[in-house]
Structure formats: C-alpha cells, structure tokens
C-alpha cells in the first residue's frame, strides 16, 4: 500500500479557460496530477503573487513552481510546519530539499535533482493537418538587450511572400515591437484557444532567447517544424535531442523555410516530451520512497 502524504502546490493557479502563459500551465497539469492520486491530500494550491509563508499550510511537501525572483519565502520557519520543500522548474536552486529541473544543463553542481525533460499536457497537444505555408513567430519582446530578434526577422522573410507565404505572431508584452501589416497578430488567449488557433501552422520560429520555451515544446510536440536562431540561447539538450534545424543567416532560414515539411513520426516527436502525469509520476516515486 502507497504511504499517504500531504502537499500544497505553490506556483500560478489558473482554470483552464484561463491559462496563458506557460507557468499557469505547468501549474494546472501539477495540482490535476496529484488531485488524481488516492494517496495524496491536496492541502491548496497557492498563487505566489498572493500567499506569503503565513498562508502556506502544514504539509508533507511544498511544491513550488515559480520563477525565482517571485516568491519570498522564510524556509527557516516553514521547517515548523512543512516536511520538505521541493521545486519544480528548469533552474535548481540550493533553498530547498529537492530539485526537479527541466534542463540537464542548468547549475548540475547542485546536489539533490531530478532532470524532467520537455513536459508538457499530451491531452491537448493533438497532431492536425499543417499548412506548409504558415509560418508563426513567437511573441516579441521589447528591443532590450538584444533578447528580441522579430525586427531582424521580417525582412529576411519577406521576399517569401512572393511564393504565397503567410505569416502570423503571438501577442505579447503592450510595448511590443511593431510588425509590418502583413504579419497578422494572434492576440493572447487561454491555452486551449491558442493551440486552436496554431494548430495548422507548418513552421514556428522562435524569437527570443530563454532559459526555457514551453511554445517550442507546444509546437514541436504537435508536429510542427521549429527553426531556431544559431545565435539564440536555447536550452543546449533541447536543440540536440530534437534535432532542430539552425540558421544563422536570413538564406538559410529562406532555405529552411523552403524544404519540404516531414509530416511524418510526430508520435516519436511527442514521446521525446514529458506528460504532466508523468512528471507527477516521478515525484510520488520521489515523495514515497
């Protein structure tokens, strides 16, 4: 018989018809994960930008899924009233009991780890039709620091327009960068209606650099091709295990961009990403060992 626990999840509690940005996602398929297991009281889900150590109530575990930079907890006094902490994220951080990290690469002299690779909600990535002709770009972000390279984008793709190209951008931050008018913009939407509306698209280039990028996983896991930046900082186990292919120039992304789409072996793409349920699967093992 599994050994009863307690938790609470310490992240960004979103309904599904509310979820839009990868942090709610990834806290939704963490509490509908566990909510799932018999042996596990669920004793809240809090939001970080609200609840404080004072709110956190006495537990077995603190699952925490939040950027570091978000949450101010005092661990010296959650040792009175919760067992162990452990938090779910592609950084480690020394803080807490155990890590459960996204990425093989990131701070690996950090003792007490778990690398989970690419998870993500399998249920609602399905495999439509692609359009070889669509192309998405992730969102931009504001030209700070050179993390944005949208405005380097649009003229490396705009001869592609003459051969019946179309080309659409997630919404994003108010202070974006302006596209041309013949990017259409898709504006942020819950999770769901986002899938919807990038279901079709043929091939995702990703615009920024990042310590993670769940759209990548959205896209790759679907069966659309993912093009990446030789430039950009990408997760390095990322671009190598799913062999993504890089450009470096605006030619060799009108190359890429050009090349026959391989619709076929998306499930082998999907099995190289991690369920949710999966990702719980691992810390119950974790938790009652």
């Known amino acids: ?17 509310e979820i839009r940005w990868s942090l709610e996602m990834i806290t939704f398929g963490l509490e509908r994960g566990f909510r799932a297991l018999p042996h596990v009281n669920v004793r809240g889900c809090l939001n970080v930008n609200h609840a404080g150590t004072g709110e956190i109530p006495p537990c077995d575990f603190l699952i925490i899924h939040a950027c570091l930079g978000d949450f101010h907890l005092d661990f010296q006094a959650l040792r009175a009233t919760v067992g162990k902490t452990v938090l779910v994220l592609e950084y480690p951080s020394p803080l807490v009991d155990h890590n459960f990290c996204f990425r093989e690469d990131s701070r690996t002299g950090i003792k007490g780890r778990t690398t989970i690779l690419r998870p993500c909600l399998k249920d609602f990535l399905v495999n439509e039709p692609k359009d070889d002709k669509l192309v998405l ?24 327009l003459d051969e019946g190209y179309r080309f659409i951008q997630l919404g994003g931050e108010a202070r974006e960068l302006l596209a041309p008018p013949w990017v259409t913009r898709i504006p942020v939407l819950p999770y769901p209606e986002y899938l919807a509306a ?6 995702f280039i990703p615009t920024h650099s990042g310590s993670y990028n769940h759209s990548l996983i959205d896209m790759f896991a679907r069966g659309t091709r993912v093009l990446v930046r030789g430039s950009m900082h990408l997760p390095p186990d990322m671009v190598r295990d799913i062999r993504l292919p890089v450009f470096r120039s605006g030619d060799e992304l009108r190359d890429l961009i050009r090349q026959p789409i391989d619709h076929a072996g998306w499930d082998r793409k999907i099995d190289l990403c991690t369920d949710m349920k999966d990702v719980v699967g691992v810390m119950d093992a974790w938790m009652t060992a």
């Open 137 to 160: 770009l992730d969102h931009n972000w504001p030209p700070r620091g050179g993390q944005d390279f949208s405005a380097w984008l649009y003229p490396a793709l705009e001869p592609l």
């Open 198 to 203: 990038t279901a079709r698209v043929g091939t």
């Open 1 to 17: 018989m599994t050994r009863p626990y307690s938790i609470c999840i310490y992240g960004y509690p979103a309904p599904l018809e």
